[in-house]
C-alpha cells in the first residue's frame, strides 16, 4: 500500500467539517484528479502518468470519532481518504492498494495536499460568509466587503457542486455586483454604481480567491442575489 498525508490548520469545529464531508457529491469536485461522480459512483483520471484513474469507484462514506473515511473501491484497487481533526488541524492521508502503487508516491502527495486545502478554504468560507436569507423576494445577502464576498462566491461554489454559474447582486440604490465564474475559476467580475461601471476579467481559482480582486469597489451593502447555472 502507498499512503500520503498532508495537514493544514482548520478554522472549523469537527461538527462544521463533519456537515462537508457528509455531503461527497458537492465536497469531491474540488478534490484533484476529479473526473466525475453520479450518484456513489466516482471517477478519477492522473494525467501524465501511466497508471490512470479513468475508472469507476463505488464510494463509501463512514464515520467516527473526529475521523471520516471515503473508501473507494475499483475493480483494480481500492483508494482510501482519511481525514482526521487533530486539535486545530486537519490530517488528511491518501492510500492506495492495488495497481501500479510504485507510480503513485507523487500523485497521492498532490491528492492529500489538494483536498486538505480545499477543504480548508470551503471551511473558512463557511464560517467567514456574509449572512443570507430566504426571503419572498429572494436570497438577501447582508453587508458584502471586499474581505467577505470571496466567501461568499466559494459558498455558491461549493453549493453548485463546482458547476459554472453568473451571480448577480442588486442593492436598493441600484448598485449591481456580477459575478462570472467557468470551470472553477472566477473570468468576470463587474460592479455598476450610479454611472460608473467597473468590467474586470480575470483567471482566478475560486479557491485562490481573496479581497485583494474587491478592494476600492463599492461593495459593503445589502444585495438582493440570483444565481443562474451557464
Do not use: H
Not at 458547476?163 to 472553477?184: H, P, Q, Y
Not at 463587474?190 to 480582486?213: R, W
Amino acid at each position: 500500500m502507498k499512503t500520503k498525508s498532508w495537514e493544514v490548520e482548520l478554522p472549523a469545529s469537527w461538527e462544521s467539517l463533519k456537515i462537508i464531508l457528509s455531503e461527497p457529491e458537492k465536497t469531491m469536485p474540488f478534490f484533484p484528479y476529479f473526473e466525475g461522480i453520479e450518484g456513489m459512483k466516482v471517477k478519477f483520471k492522473v494525467p501524465r502518468f501511466i497508471f490512470n484513474f479513468g475508472y469507476e469507484f463505488e464510494l463509501a462514506v463512514g464515520f467516527q470519532e473526529n475521523k471520516a473515511v471515503y473508501t473507494l473501491t475499483g475493480n483494480r484497487g481500492i483508494l482510501t481518504i482519511t481525514f482526521e481533526m487533530r486539535g486545530n488541524n486537519l490530517k488528511v492521508t491518501a492510500s492506495w492498494a492495488g495497481f501500479g502503487e510504485t507510480l503513485m508516491g507523487k500523485p497521492l502527495e498532490n491528492f492529500a495536499k489538494g483536498i486538505a486545502e480545499a477543504i480548508r478554504e470551503f471551511c473558512s468560507a463557511q464560517a467567514a460568509c456574509p449572512v443570507v436569507k430566504e426571503t419572498p423576494t429572494g436570497r438577501i445577502a447582508e453587508n458584502i466587503t471586499p474581505e467577505l464576498a470571496p466567501a461568499l462566491i466559494k459558498r455558491v461554489f461549493w453549493e453548485l457542486e463546482g458547476v459554472d454559474f453568473v451571480m448577480k447582486g442588486t442593492a436598493e440604490d441600484g448598485t449591481v455586483l456580477r459575478v462570472e465564474i467557468r470551470e472553477g475559476k472566477l473570468t468576470r467580475l463587474v460592479v455598476e454604481d450610479g454611472g460608473n461601471i467597473t468590467d474586470i476579467e480575470a483567471d482566478v481559482s475560486v479557491l485562490e480567491l481573496d479581497k485583494d480582486l474587491f478592494e476600492d469597489l463599492p461593495l459593503d451593502k445589502r444585495f438582493t442575489i440570483e444565481i443562474k447555472k451557464l
